[in-house]
């Protein structure tokens, strides 16, 4: 069946950096657009960054432009997150998230917790 | 702070119809589309209305979306207990190239 799981969160002191990975299956990975979306403890869903099948058109989320980098690998079916220069206010659980078309996320991954803490 | 203002908090008996407005601008909902999601306790959350007004396959015809101008809404008739969740919309702004999530609104059935 369609499926994403995100693997790579943890704990990271501020000022490091974190790779978050996501493995996709049950679907043409190629074909669609992928998303990180994000949700701090007891808040609200954050989009973070965005990315086309062919990786010809990324986007980001004013709050991490520059300290983060999406990416893929279509013959690994992967998509994943480069987080640089980590702070305090990027805690939060991290999902794998599959767009079908411009920005209906129909498919969500579990989430990886990431903590940025001294 | 969202650019797309939901109430925080909305309830309900069970039976009844609710209504969880969306209100944004003409850069975001006022040139595009809107999508609705849900978000039960401990879990990720699940696309509930794409396309303004359009539900994935699986998703009950008690819900139902619209739009209008700069503002969208979601409404829930025959509320039964299990629809106790946080609720999100989000639209794709053309200002920020980016995409917008409301702030959440979550349910209570009472």
Same mark, same amino acid.
């Given at each position: 069946q369609v499926r994403l799981v995100e693997s =790579?969160? $943890?704990l990271v002191k501020p000022g490091g950096s974190l790779r978050? /990975? !996501?493995a996709a299956s049950g679907f043409t990975f190629s074909d669609y657009?992928? /998303? @990180?979306?994000? %949700?701090?403890? $007891?808040k609200g869903l954050e989009w973070v960054s965005y990315i086309s099948g062919s990786?010809?058109?990324?986007y980001y989320a004013d709050s991490v432009k520059g300290r983060f980098t999406i990416s893929r690998d279509n013959a690994k079916n992967s998509l994943?997150? %480069?987080?640089n220069s980590l702070r305090a206010e990027d805690t939060a659980v991290y999902y794998c998230v599959r767009a079908s078309g411009m920005d209906a996320f129909d498919i969500w991954g579990q989430g990886t917790m990431v903590t940025v803490s001294s | 702070q969202s650019v797309l203002t939901q109430p925080p908090s909305a309830s =309900?008996?069970?039976? %009844?119809?609710?209504?969880? +407005? !969306? /209100? =944004? +601008? +003409?850069?975001?909902i006022g040139s595009n589309t809107v999508n609705w999601y849900q978000q039960l306790p401990g879990t990720a959350p699940k696309l509930l209305i794409y396309t303004n007004n359009q539900r994935p396959s699986g998703v009950p015809d008690r819900f139902s979306g619209s739009r209008s101008g700069t503002s969208a809404s979601l409404a829930i008739s025959g509320l039964q207990s299990e629809d106790e969740?946080?609720?999100? !919309?989000?639209? @794709?702004?053309? /200002?920020?190239n980016g995409v917008l999530f409301g702030g959440g609104t979550k349910l209570t059935v009472l």
């Open positions: =790579g969160g $943890g978050l /990975s !996501c657009f992928m /998303s @990180w979306i994000r %949700q701090a403890p $007891g990786a010809n058109t990324i994943y997150l %480069q987080m | =309900g008996t069970p039976g %009844q119809r609710v209504t969880i +407005s !969306c /209100s =944004g +601008s +003409s850069s975001n969740a946080d609720y999100y !919309c989000t639209a @794709w702004d053309d /200002s920020l």
